[in-house]
């Protein structure tokens, strides 16, 4: 049966536990921390800064529903799917 690697200074992994653990961390590692959220000014009005327009619910519905549902929007991997489920 083969070995696997479990990183430098380490044995090599012969147990299948060994394995599943060496292999878990090494294809699920957790994801980047996010960065520090930008806390806007929205108390003034910024010169050649584009106004917000309303938006209404058949145009998120729109949006939505015209995403490929096996995909993630952003780093929350949270899936088309979901969203429309929600």
Known sequence: ??????????????????KYNTLCNTLYQPP????????????????????????????VHKALFSTNSNTSPRPSQISYTMLKWA
């Open 1 to 18: 049966m083969l070995a696997l690697n479990q990183g430098p200074n380490t044995t090599l992994a012969m147990l299948y536990q060994e």
């Open 32 to 59: 980047l921390p996010l960065p520090d959220p930008i806390e806007p000014d929205l108390s003034k009005q910024e010169p050649n800064k584009l106004l917000f327009q309303n938006i209404i619910e058949t145009e």
